[in-house]
Nanobody, 115 residues
Framework: VQLAESGGGLVQLGGSLRLSCAAS????????MSWVRQSQGKGLEWVAHIASDGLNTVYADCAKGRFTVSRDNAKNTVFLQMNSLKSEDTALYFC?????????RGQGTQVTVSS
């Protein structure tokens, strides 16, 4: 299982970023996928989840109304569109296989929101 996140960076308060996660080594289209994040000194925080067919999505309260998770099963890629970014969104963002066990996740991509 390989997951490679990209798209992070430094963004101003209120700005937007689109994260991508390229998956390989498993049948991507049969797995639910999640985005989780980790702020400095804190544990993993679940952000969003998307069903294997992309038809159902669920968001944590911190992401509702601002983030959108999507996927392209033809390209084995999952995305996280983040809008109206806040300082508390600063974290290392991971995509993870599954919706409850985040053992399989990538190396992460850093998102830093500056004021």
């Amino acid at each position: 299982v390989q997951l490679a996140e990209s798209g992070g960076g430094l963004v101003q308060l209120g700005g937007s970023l689109r994260l991508s996660c390229a998956a390989s080594g498993f049948t991507f289209s049969t797995y639910h996928m999640s985005w989780v994040r980790q702020s400095q000194g804190k544990g993993l925080e679940w952000v969003a989840h998307i069903a294997s067919d992309g038809l159902n999505t669920v968001y944590a309260d911190c992401a509702k109304g601002r983030f959108t998770v999507s996927r392209d099963n033809a390209k084995n890629t999952v995305f996280l569109q983040m809008n109206s970014l806040k300082s508390e969104d600063t974290a290392l963002y991971f995509c993870a296989r599954g919706w409850s066990d985040f053992t399989y996740r990538g190396q992460g991509t850093q998102v830093t929101v500056s004021s």
